[in-house]
């Protein structure tokens, strides 16, 4: 009788450790994960002049901020909004984009 109640007890002392690491392994996780989402939409402008193929995700094509010269009619991109929080993180998210997928971005935002 005295052996099963020790049995018992150490069996629901495991597990309630058991419970315990998982709820730490999971808020640690939780945490870790909301780390990375601390990046703000920012808006970029077009400065560059050229249509040639992989200009439109050239880093040194793009400023900060907004532009006047912004329209619905031409071939290259005015302004995206992304999040990117500046040009090095923009550098990252337009790499490997040809510019079809930059003129996605933004389709009503375009200049001459």
């Not at 050229?50 to 619905?72: H, K, L, V, Y």
Request: net charge negative; aromatic share 8%; proline share 4%.
């Amino acid at each position: 009788m005295k052996n099963t109640f020790a049995v018992k007890t150490s069996l629901f002392t495991l597990i309630l450790a058991l419970i315990a690491i998982g709820t730490f392994a999971f808020t640690a996780v939780m945490n870790k994960q909301s780390v990375g989402t601390n990046k703000l939409q920012n808006t970029f402008h077009f400065v560059g002049d050229s249509e040639d193929p992989g200009q439109f995700s050239e880093i040194d094509n793009w400023r900060e901020g907004t532009s006047n010269a912004c329209g619905t009619v031409g071939q290259k991109p005015c302004e995206i909004t992304v999040e990117a929080n500046n040009l090095d993180e923009l550098a990252t998210y337009l790499s490997g984009m040809d510019n079809e997928a930059v003129l996605d971005i933004n389709p009503s935002s375009k200049r001459p």
